[in-house]
């Protein structure tokens, strides 16, 4: 009958087997696309900071620092991955990488890729700190190599964490992360074949051995020289009337005792062709005038002949340490440090003068400060003063030979601060990058590569919230999902 309804179906075996080819084609097109789309984006990208602990971007110096990089440097993470800070490490390096395809990355495990943690530790031992031969990143250029410890990646501070027993429980919260500066000036220290020559005052009364591995040396100190392009010999004396050697470019006195009149003449006359000098006073020649403080006094040093403490800043339970937090945030050598902190021992005030007040003096400028609580020596009554312990100097047309540009001094109150058991302590190691770098003329292109502030978010849950928002991931999303898919099911079959 015309009127009959027709019992042919709906879809033909043709029509059938032609939709599951679609649908088989339409899925090996999706897959071809995203493996397409990962390609391109490993070649050519955009990256955007999603995270919000992610940094913006990197600093303009930085860029300019990788720019500039013609030389091909490799970078082995010598790290354990489970370690807070690997991951941070590694998402900056790639960044790096992305920059300038001339720095490659790759990453040793020691903890669980022992044939290659072998290899690197074999190739590497001579440059590996003693008592920190773990999670380092490494360097690698035809220039040189230099290694850095994860220990001056980050600053930490002591939290307490919520605990149900009556004791109370603590944890090391990472402040600071300083990635970014640590490894711009290393790879801009291996941009050059060439490194700046430095010399260190040590005789036989020095308190402190540039090559010795006890607390007071400062081997590690040489090590950070290494790794920002500085070559440093210890020297003894300086030989005859010739003072200080020619191809001086920063002479270091750390800790002194009383020098002769003839050393201290010759580091004068250094200082008048534009020499560089580090300078770092120590709490045993307080009682003493070492030749250097009237010399230091005409380029506008006052020398204090006491020892600082601070009350209220301190670490230890001998409270012989100052904890300093407050910094000139005008001069490069500190301006990165706003927020941080310089841990010293026994310090000695370091501050400025009114000498030399002529438009030709030299401009010396303090740099760092201790609170209010402060006493002096052994007198217990707080002074209620801050007292300065670091100054700079700096003085433009150097009379006599200029070889050497502009005169550039640093006076630091303790010499502690850089030995081998203080130089990894709160950010002494970069106060320490900063400085040196500062002195040779290496700063500029650094100068604003500061440290991250690392910031934690807390999502307070009760578990009651907890399990719902569990039930909702588990088995409310793939349900919907289901029930949406069931829905159009029974509209097409209709």
Request: negative net charge; aromatic residues 10%; hydrophobic residues 40%.
């Amino acid at each position: 009958m015309a009127n009959e309804p027709s019992s042919r179906p709906s879809f033909s075996l043709r029509q059938r087997w032609g939709i599951f080819l679609s649908v088989i084609i339409s899925i090996a097109a999706v897959f071809a696309l995203v493996v397409m789309l990962n390609y391109l984006g490993a070649r050519y990208y955009l990256r955007f900071p999603w995270s919000i602990q992610t940094r913006t971007e990197l600093s303009s110096q930085t860029r300019s620092v990788l720019n500039s990089l013609t030389n091909d440097i490799n970078v082995i993470i010598y790290y354990d991955k489970d370690d807070l800070l690997y991951g941070k490490i590694r998402d900056l390096l790639d960044d790096y990488r992305f920059i300038n395809p001339k720095i490659s990355v790759r990453t040793v495990d020691y903890l669980k890729d022992h044939a290659d943690a072998e290899k690197v530790k074999d190739a590497y031992h001579d440059r590996m700190a003693a008592d920190s031969d773990t999670n380092l990143v490494i360097f690698i250029s035809a220039n040189g190599t230099n290694i850095v410890s994860g220990e001056k990646l980050g600053q930490y501070e002591i939290d307490p964490v919520a605990s149900e027993g009556p004791e109370r429980e603590f944890r090391n919260r990472l402040k600071f992360f300083f990635g970014e500066k640590e490894f711009t000036s290393i790879i801009f220290g291996l941009m050059s074949a060439h490194p700046v020559r430095a010399y260190f005052f040590e005789n036989l009364k020095s308190h402190h051995r540039l090559n010795g591995e006890t607390d007071e040396d400062y081997k590690k100190f040489k090590l950070l020289l290494q790794n920002n392009n500085i070559d440093v010999t210890n020297i003894s004396t300086f030989p005859g009337t010739n003072g200080v050697p020619a191809d001086c470019k920063l002479l270091i006195i750390a800790g002194p005792d009383i020098l002769t009149h003839q050393e201290v003449d010759n580091v004068r006359r250094y200082l008048e062709q534009g020499g560089r000098l580090f300078v770092l006073f120590s709490f045993r020649s307080r009682e003493i005038n070492t030749g250097l403080e009237p010399l230091l006094a005409d380029w506008g040093v006052a020398v204090g002949h006491n020892i600082i403490h601070d009350r209220k800043n301190y670490f230890s339970e001998s409270g012989d340490d100052v904890v300093v937090n407050s910094f000139n945030k005008y001069h490069p050598v500190v301006s990165h440090l706003q927020g941080a902190s310089l841990e010293l021992v026994l310090p000695r005030s370091i501050g400025t003068n009114s000498n030399n007040n002529g438009p030709e003096a030299p401009a010396a400028q303090e740099l760092a400060w201790t609170g209010t609580s402060t006493t002096i020596d052994d007198n217990p009554i707080i002074t209620g003063r801050r007292f300065p312990l670091i100054v700079a100097v700096e003085k433009n047309e150097a009379k006599g030979i200029t070889d050497q540009g502009t005169t550039r001094i640093l006076v630091v109150g303790d010499s502690y601060v850089l030995d081998n058991q203080l130089i990894d302590a709160a950010a002494n190691p970069h106060f320490a990058a900063a400085a040196v770098n500062w002195l040779v003329g290496q700063g500029p292109m650094l100068q604003g590569v500061g440290p991250e502030v690392v910031k934690e978010y807390k999502l307070m849950l009760t578990p009651e919230r907890f399990q719902n928002i569990r039930w909702i991931f588990l088995a409310g999303m793939p349900g919907a999902i289901l029930l949406f898919g069931g829905l159009v099911w029974l509209r097409r079959r209709r």
